[in-house]
Every structure is written in C-alpha cells, then in structure tokens.
C-alpha cells in the first residue's frame, strides 16, 4: 500500500511569506507526527495529533508555527512570516497508534526561505 | 523535561570493524526504537524493545535494552558500507509524543 506522502516535496519562498506543508498518512494510521530536521542535524518534534486532537504542541517554535488535521487523515503545518531559520526538511509520520506501533515517515519537504 | 543522550556523536570505522551506538535516558522507559536514515533519506524503523534486559538480533545488528530501562545499545558487527547513515533511539514522552535522540552517524571506509 501507500505511504507518507508529503507535499510539496521541495519548496523555495522569499522571506516573510507563509507556507503550508501538507501530509498524508497511512490510511488507518490513528497517530501522526511532524518533525524539523536542519542540515546535518537530529530530528526536532513540533507536534503530535491523536486523531484530531493534538495532546501536545510544546514543540512548536513560534506562534508563527500552526497546525491542524482533520477527519483523522491529512496534516497541514502552517508556517506564518517565514524566516530564514526555518530553512530545514519537515518530517512527517504516522503510526497505527501511539503506543508501540512504530513511525512510518514521509520523503519529507525541503524548505529554503530566501 | 526528558533528555535523552547519544554516544559517540560521529564514528568512523574500517570496513569489518565492529560498530556500537549507546542512549541514555534520563527517565524510565516503557519501550524504546531504534531508526537508521541514510543519507539523503528519511528515517526507517529497524527494531522495538519493551522488556527490561531485551536482546534482539538482526543479522549483524545487536540491539540491547538495559535492565534499569534507562539505556540501550544498538551494535553491528563486521561493518559494510551498506551500514553508512545516523542511528537514532526514539522514545515515547508524556501524552505519547515520540522524540528521538541526536543520533549517531556513522561513516564506513571500505
């Protein structure tokens, strides 16, 4: 079957502009995960939705950073006034659950803000 | 808040020499995962420990939970080029957040 598909796969945006990332999981897949990952650097946890709800947004950056899923399947992470720290690969995963099921990612989405 | 290490950061070997990845909890555990990204991709699940003292093996790969559930080890044996990329654990948090430790990136001579 299919799995993560993220998009846009690569994204270049002028400083200031906002951007929306876009994930889809693994249909059945009740768990889903973003992560920051910069150049040569580990992976940075921004949010996690159970279902619809996110039981935790401390990872977000800035109110900048928003994100929402709905009907159980496709993430959007919004990013407002982009700046050029947010530069990175954004990660996406889901799992079948949140408790031992492992995390199937995406291809992930290059994002350069000049 | 939870901070997890993981050591070495960098680790270059000879091809055939054996290679060994350490992470450390500064909580208790209920089940940790181990991720290998090779470079340029994203990162694959390899293997989940639950129990206190767990072993498993994976062809040349060795994963090992500690007894206290505070520390595992991932180590392969006999290097191949094929095991370039970074090794991360990853752990459940409160309210089931995954997050995943710095990672060990390992670089094979052949």
């Known amino acids: 079957g299919a799995g993560v598909s993220q998009s846009p796969s690569n994204k270049v945006t002028e400083k200031g502009k906002d951007v929306e990332l876009r994930c889809d999981p693994i249909s059945g897949h009740t768990a889903l995960y973003w992560y920051r990952q910069s150049l040569g650097q580990g992976l940075e946890f921004l949010i996690y939705f159970q279902g619809n709800s996110a039981p935790d947004k401390s990872g977000l950056p800035s109110d900048r950073f928003s994100a929402e899923r709905t009907g159980g399947s496709v993430s959007t992470l919004t990013i407002q006034r982009t700046q050029q720290e947010d530069s990175a690969v954004y990660l996406c995963?889901?799992?079948?659950?949140?408790?031992?099921?492992?995390?199937?990612f995406g291809n992930g989405t290059r994002l350069t803000v000049t | 808040g939870q901070q997890v290490m993981q050591i070495p950061q960098y680790q270059h070997v000879q091809e055939g020499e054996d290679f060994t990845t350490y992470c450390n909890s500064s909580?208790?555990?209920?089940?940790i995962q181990w991720y290998k990204q090779r470079p340029g991709g994203h990162p694959v699940f390899l293997i989940q420990?639950?129990?206190?003292?767990e072993v498993k093996k994976q062809k040349r790969l060795t994963f090992q939970f500690g007894e206290a559930k505070k520390n595992s080890s991932l180590h392969i044996t006999a290097t191949q080029t094929t095991d370039v990329g970074t090794y991360f654990c990853a752990m459940k948090t409160s309210y089931d957040k995954v997050i995943f430790g710095p990672g060990t990136s390992l670089s094979v001579i052949p």
């Open positions: 995963a889901s799992s079948f659950d949140s408790l031992y099921s492992p995390l199937h």
């Open positions: 909580t208790t555990l209920s089940n």
């Open positions: 420990l639950v129990k206190s003292g």
